[in-house]
Structure formats: C-alpha cells, structure tokens
C-alpha cells in the first residue's frame, strides 16, 4: 500500500519561504520520477516540479528560479523548497509520482498573504 503524506505548508507572508516534505512509503521511491503538483482555487492540478531517481529536476515556467525539488531515497522523503513566495504560489500541495497514481494524499496549504 502506497501512503502520500505531505507537510510543511502554512501561512507566509509575500517574499518568504517554506519548505515542503513528503514522506511516502517506499513503494513509491521505486518509480522514477516523484513530482509536486499544486492546485489553486478555480485551477486544475498542475506538476510544478519534478526529480528522477537519478536526480535530474524539472520547473514549471512560474516556480523556475524560486523553487528547489530534492529527494532523500534512503528516508523515502521528497523535499520542495520555496523561496521568493508570491499570492500566486497560493494553492495546496500534493506529492505523486509522474506521471501521477490514481489516488492522491491530503496536501498541504499554502496561503501566501500580501
């Protein structure tokens, strides 16, 4: 059984940063590639980020720059660091491999303020 839990999120004001950690079961860690997905009010869920086994990431255009993606295999954790958080980064947060399960974990808030 594959279990997603993230954490991390909550509130920050417009510049700051969070750090964003999901710890799934190892089933996961055996695909290739893990990602995190977000999804805003009246958006649809959208992969951000992305890293391979092997450690090669990808961005989404917005996030570019700003965000970090990094995986710790043997803890079996995912990592998305945020920095330079702006109102639009404003969405929750899910983990998932990519391409994506059928099934997805609670998510994490994150709310950026002005």
């Known amino acids: 059984q594959v279990q997603l839990v993230e954490s991390g999120g909550g509130l920050v004001q417009a510049g700051g940063s969070l750090r964003l950690s999901c710890a799934a079961s190892g089933s996961i860690f055996s695909f290739v590639v893990l990602g995190w997905y977000r999804q805003a009010p009246g958006k649809e869920r959208e992969l951000v980020a992305s890293i391979s086994r092997g450690g090669t990431t990808t961005y989404k255009d917005p996030v570019r720059g700003r965000f970090t993606i990094s995986r710790d295999n043997a803890r079996d954790t995912v990592y998305l660091q945020m920095n330079s958080l702006n109102p639009g980064d404003t969405a929750v947060y899910y983990c998932?491999?990519?391409?994506?399960?059928?099934?997805w974990g609670q998510g994490t808030q994150v709310t950026v303020s002005s």
């Open positions: 998932n491999a990519v391409p994506q399960l059928s099934f």
